[in-house]
């Protein structure tokens, strides 16, 4: 499992666009659902082929992070 952190404190807005950025560059991501739990931290579930990728907005650690079984960099060059 691969862990990117994005933002060192939980913040909808970038999680948001964080969603829209692996939605519009990811080719073949399916979006899966969205967890939301009762401090308001989410957890957005995505599916690329047999892969899973997470985008957590998680106010218990503070931050906007990544969790993936691929290695998404190759999207983002």
Known sequence: MI?????????????EKQCFAFEKKIPGL??????????????????LGESSVTVHN????????VKSEIDLEQFFK
């Open 30 to 47: 399916i979006k899966k659902e969205l967890l939301h739990d009762v401090d308001d931290s989410k957890v957005q579930y995505y599916k």
């Open 58 to 65: 998680d106010y218990y650690v503070n931050a906007v992070y």
């Open 3 to 15: 862990e990117y952190n994005i933002c060192n404190q939980a913040d909808e807005a970038i999680f």
